[in-house]
């Protein structure tokens, strides 16, 4: 059984729809003169699937004979585009409703400009999502403003609702669709409330981290014999760049994700959960928020570590450090389509590399594709890992038998405009791990992990002797660095490349 999700399997699969429809219109001599025609006749023939949102399936399952009924009606199109007032598609409370304000949102209904008036009944799918009984359109700019009731809301995952906007013709189907989805995050650590799931029904639950705060995230089916599928999103929406996409199955089978505090940045983390299609599940997620954050820095006297208390609470907390492996950086920049090598030497003490890439979110929307794969000297590709997104990761293992080896970081753009000749950058990252750690000794000479005791909101320094790194780097290569804390009965980490400190300027006589 495979099963395929999301936007790259749903748009081949509609595009393949609207050509059956055009090409069965064709021999008729009819002719849909807008997308929308299109767009409208699929969606309002669609079925949908029972306990499942807006959000999780648009309107439903395409009912490819409906909408060729539909066509054939000649029912009429409004060229209507919802905006709202914050510029979006949707409105979005990801972290539910904090104040007064967050109860009222406002849409924009944009028209041709020379479109005649018109008025639409309104209709709210859900309770607490109130909408007026009707709106008049006049003009290119209408305003529709729709309010939320707290009292209304089921405070579990996420909440959506959808106002809907129908003319005369209501086999037409609605003309526009306001829609609205509210977030609760999971404040507080341990198990939550249950998440039901219809069949391929989808949870989405939402998790907010501090700046460099670990986690460890646990998801488990209820159901003995019975495996859910989850994934893990960073904020804004881009799948977490390790591992991924695990299966939560019953007791010990559980997914468990564990995020380094180098790859916890703040803000509000998504974790899905989808049944089968077939069968309802229920799951449970269990959170534990690290206590506390790490972050370290090389300096002419060593290492310093800043310990933070993220808790109201006094924390006590053993801190270590160790060397693990050795870390390159680099800026890659790039013209047009033009392919970019970067080559670096295996040492024979690296067991495994992690590589990074990463460019400005703003400059993904000018590429069509990605790719980003790590070749043989021969141009064999050992990994591969093509963006999908703005950022990426690759990993591999190394043997005894890849020590000397030059290996080369391939990437690969695919411009929207094959004609476009600009440039573009990327942030690299590559990190190689050693099979053993290398125990850093405190600056009084031992290595037996101090002991803090952490005021509320409080943060330390600990200093750590710098050594020279036991492994041969490499050029461009310099340590990389392993923090630990040992907190309430966790241990909970974060990697920092400790590159040598830049000397101060020299100053004038």
């Known amino acids: 059984e495979e099963r395929s999700v999301g936007t790259s399997m749903a748009a081949p699969h509609v595009a393949g ?9 064709s021999p008729e001599v009819r002719e849909v003169t807008t997308a929308g025609a299109l767009k409208q006749a699929l969606m309002v023939t669609a079925r949908p ?8 399936e648009g309107t439903g399952v395409p009912d490819l004979p409906g909408a060729w009924r539909w066509l054939q009606r000649g029912h009429p199109t409004a060229d209507i585009r919802v905006r709202t007032a914050q510029g979006g598609l949707a409105a979005w409370r990801p972290a539910g409703l904090a104040s007064p304000g967050d109860t009222v949102q406002e849409f924009l209904l944009l028209r041709p400009a020379e479109a005649a008036p018109a008025r639409y009944r309104l209709r709210s799918d859900a309770g607490w999502l109130v909408a007026p009984g009707e709106v008049e359109l006049v003009g290119p700019e209408s305003r529709v403003t729709v309010r939320y009731r707290p009292s209304a809301l089921d405070r579990n995952g996420v909440q959506v609702g959808v106002v809907s906007g129908w003319g005369p013709d209501a086999e037409a189907g609605p003309a526009f669709r306001l829609v609205n989805a509210v977030a609760w995050p999971l404040e507080s650590d341990g198990a939550g ?8 029904g989808t949870g989405r639950l939402f998790i907010p981290l501090d700046s460099g705060q670990a986690v460890e995230l646990v998801v488990r089916s209820v159901r003995r014999f019975q495996t859910l599928l989850t994934s893990l999103h960073v904020p804004g929406g881009m799948p977490f760049l390790g591992e991924n996409g695990l299966p939560a199955g019953f007791g010990d089978a559980g997914a468990v994700y564990h995020i380094d505090g180098r790859d916890a940045v703040p803000g509000l983390w998504e974790l899905d959960v989808v049944a089968s299609p077939t069968e309802a599940g229920v799951a449970v997620l269990e959170v534990t928020r690290a206590p506390l954050r790490l972050a370290g820095a090389r300096d002419p006297g060593g290492l ?12 006590p907390a053993k801190v270590g450090a160790a060397l693990i492996g050795g870390e390159r950086g680099a800026l ?3 013209l047009g389509s033009a392919a970019v090598s970067v080559p670096f030497t295996v040492p024979a003490w690296a067991r495994g590399a992690v590589v ?3 460019m400005p979110p703003e400059q993904w929307s000018r590429f069509t594709d990605f790719g980003f794969s790590l070749l043989e000297s021969d141009g064999r590709v050992r990994e591969k890992a093509p963006l999908d997104y703005a950022a990426g990761r690759l990993t591999t293992d190394f043997g005894e038998e890849d020590a000397g080896r030059t290996l080369r970081l391939a990437l690969l753009p695919g411009l929207a405009d094959e004609r476009a000749d600009s440039g573009w950058s990327a942030r690299l990252a590559i990190r190689l791990y050693a099979d053993s750690a290398l125990t850093l ?12 005791r952490l005021g509320p909101r409080a943060t330390a320094p600990l200093r750590f ?12 290569f310099f340590p990389l660095g392993l923090l630990l804390a040992e907190a309430e009965g966790k241990v909970w980490t974060r990697e920092v490349g400790l590159p040598a400190p830049i000397p101060p300027p020299m100053r004038k006589p």
């Open 17 to 25: 729809l609207a050509a059956l429809l055009l090409s069965g219109l």
């Open 49 to 56: 699937t029972p306990g499942a949102t807006f959000l999780d």
């Open 193 to 200: 409330d249950p998440i039901r799931l219809t069949p391929g």
């Open 304 to 315: 310093e570590v800043q310990v933070t208390n993220l808790t109201d609470r006094e924390l």
């Open 332 to 334: 890659v920049t790039g």
């Open 356 to 358: 990074d890439l990463a």
């Open 441 to 452: 000794a405190t600056q009084h000479g031992t290595e037996d992990e101090p002991g803090l």
């Open 465 to 476: 002797a710098m050594v020279g790194s036991p492994w041969e780097l490499g050029d461009g």
